[in-house]
């Protein structure tokens, strides 16, 4: 069922249309070919990123912030809920970006990367104001036995103008932390289940888990908010 879950919902992003006259075993080729381009690219630019941080390259430490900032600001606000604490870890990010930048090995994308260090660093302040950090945050489901539906759309396909997706983020501040995170940078950053594993340090199936787990307590709030809409507009 988890399969079907998957396919139903990120379908949209891996389909390939065969153009009139091609056969698949071309489009297969081609789409292959297309990916190891974009590995190799990938894979160059990450190289680059490698040598300018080792060599605290300004210019190039510029750009990164430039590229990376909204993004990570976006993922530390809904990450800590709070404007202030968010400005202050991102200010911080980017110094242990600049101070450790010769541990960037390249092996995985720059944003990985930041994000963990990102995260790392809201726990370290959590734990010097409470006695409880987000990995050690009670799973609120994990007495229960997960249940995947197989047909359930993504809540963020009917959020999709600025007004709805303000009512996404002010959903999303109403999860549990752990399974807010997942979503965010699931459908917010993109990443992959795979590097999600690696910014929160969770085995990939936890981060399913917290994954599915998190659209079914997203789906009802979201649709609470619809339902309220639909009220409000004259008959």
């Known amino acids: 069922m988890a399969k079907m879950w998957l396919k139903e919902n990120f379908n949209s992003l891996r389909v390939f249309l065969t153009p009139t006259g091609v056969s698949s075993k071309e489009t297969m080729v081609a789409t292959r070919t297309a990916s190891l381009t974009q590995t190799e690219q990938s894979l160059t630019a990450n190289a680059e990123i ?10 190039k430490m510029e750009q990164l912030i430039e590229l990376y900032q909204h993004r990570l600001f976006r993922y530390l606000l809904f990450l800590t809920g709070s404007r202030d604490l968010a400005q ?10 600049l ?21 790392n660093l809201m726990i370290d302040q959590t734990r010097k104001r409470t006695t409880v950090s987000l990995d050690e945050a009670t799973d609120p489901d994990k007495d229960r036995p997960l249940e ?17 997706a303000a009512r996404v983020g002010h959903a999303l501040l109403t999860l549990h932390p752990l ?51 639909c009220e409000a507009r004259p008959s």
């Open 148 to 164: 995947i539906a197989a047909d359930i759309p993504s809540p963020f396909d009917h959020f999709q103008s600025g007004e709805q």
């Open 99 to 119: 101070e450790r930048g010769s541990q960037y090995s390249g092996r995985s994308r720059f944003e990985t990367w930041m994000f963990a260090i990102a995260r």
């Open 50 to 59: 490698v040598a300018a941080l080792r060599r605290h390259d300004p210019e």
């Open 88 to 97: 202050d870890l991102f200010q911080e990010t980017w110094l242990r970006v």
């Open 179 to 229: 399974y807010r995170e997942v979503l965010v940078l699931r459908f917010h950053e993109e990443m992959s289940l795979e590097e999600i594993a690696q910014v929160s340090s969770a085995p990939l199936s936890t981060v399913k888990s917290r994954l599915y787990r998190g659209m079914a307590a997203l789906k009802p709030v979201l649709e609470s908010y619809r339902g309220t809409n």
